[in-house]
């Protein structure tokens, strides 16, 4: 039927997926009772992680030091999140307040391979991944009303092979769905230039119910349109009390999220979820969603996130030809065409 796309069978995913991989290494591995001061400052030089200069005399008279010791360097000298998380690859490190918390990994779940060793950073904050010469992974974006128009024939000249396009969202106080003002525009142009297009929906759904009928929405609204890329429940964290989704727990925010996906999967579509890795972590009861696929935005230089994924978004400030200002920029390890 046209606009529907051929479905990947799981397997077929995973297959796909693991001829683009090789076995990870962690940076640096755990495994080892104690950390390599020369380890610790190597990476604190990269201005990137802004170490305070203080932690690094801390450690002037150190050649080694354990990882609860880390612990507490890292609260007494307010060490990034992303620093410390180098430094563990058993839990995932996440900062309240000055205070930080070690979220055990859950070895039930099934773990990503992807060697971030294989990472290239290029100009304009964008990244490739290369692996015997050759990039093993597809560049593309995420684009909605905030980029305005679009020149889609500069774009795909520019190396993207396919975009996200924001077909609409729910309102976070009011609860109304709308339908983002240049989905069409974009939508056709992307398509007329040969980039590949999945859709997205931001979601403030509360029950099943609203989250089933935001699916409804965006089936709606795609037909006739030849949809390569999947159709994406994006969820994402409430900032405070005025989001309506505020205090949700994590069984509903899954059930939710389930109810969409299982709406677009029954209407022949490939369904995807997308959230920010920590939300996944602390939010989402993973266990249920295994088996969907996941698209995560993680800006770590050594991206982290140790479940399964096939699309990465690292950065929220690249630049395209194309485009005015800055982008979402994304890795899929998936050829869904």
């Not at 039927?1 to 693991?18: D, F, N, V």
């Amino acid at each position: 039927m046209k606009g529907k796309i051929s479905r990947i069978p799981r397997i077929l995913s995973a297959i796909l997926c693991a001829a683009v991989l090789c076995a990870v290494i962690p940076v640096p591995a755990q495994a080892a009772s104690k950390i390599s001061v020369k380890t610790l400052k190597s990476y604190a030089a990269d201005d990137h992680y802004d170490v305070s200069d203080d932690f690094i005399r801390a450690l002037r008279d150190k050649t080694s030091i354990s990882h609860s010791q880390l612990k507490e360097y890292a609260v007494e000298y307010q060490l990034p999140t992303e620093y410390v998380q180098l430094f563990f690859d058993d839990a995932f490190v996440c900062r309240r307040g000055k205070e930080y918390d070690y979220v055990p990994l859950d070895d039930s779940l099934t773990r990503n391979n992807y060697d971030w060793d294989n990472l290239v950073y290029l100009d304009n904050n964008e990244v490739e991944y290369v692996r015997d010469g050759k990039r093993r992974a597809i560049k593309g974006i995420d684009v909605s009303k905030h980029q305005g128009h679009i020149d889609w024939e500069r774009v795909y000249d520019d190396g993207v092979r396919f975009a996200f396009i924001r077909l609409g969202y729910r309102g976070y106080s009011s609860g109304k769905l709308m339908i983002d003002g240049y989905f069409e525009e974009n939508i056709k142009g992307a398509i007329d230039a040969g980039v590949k297009v999945g859709v997205y929906f931001f979601s403030q759904a509360k029950t099943k119910k609203e989250a089933v009928s935001e699916a409804n929405v965006v089936l709606k609204y795609i037909e006739g349109y030849d949809i390569d890329y999947p159709i994406v429940y994006d969820v994402e964290g409430a900032a405070n009390s005025s989001y309506r989704t505020y205090g949700l727990s994590r069984k509903q925010i899954t059930d939710n999220a389930i109810a969409f996906l299982d709406t677009i999967e029954a209407a022949g579509y490939r369904s995807m979820i997308y959230s920010y890795s920590r939300f996944f972590i602390e939010q989402a009861d993973l266990s249920r969603l295994e088996g969907y696929d996941k698209w995560v935005a993680n800006y770590y230089r050594v991206p982290f996130y140790p479940y399964d994924m096939q699309i990465l978004q690292y950065t929220s400030k690249g630049r395209v030809d194309g485009i005015k200002g800055n982008v979402d920029m994304n890795l899929a390890f998936v050829q869904y065409n």
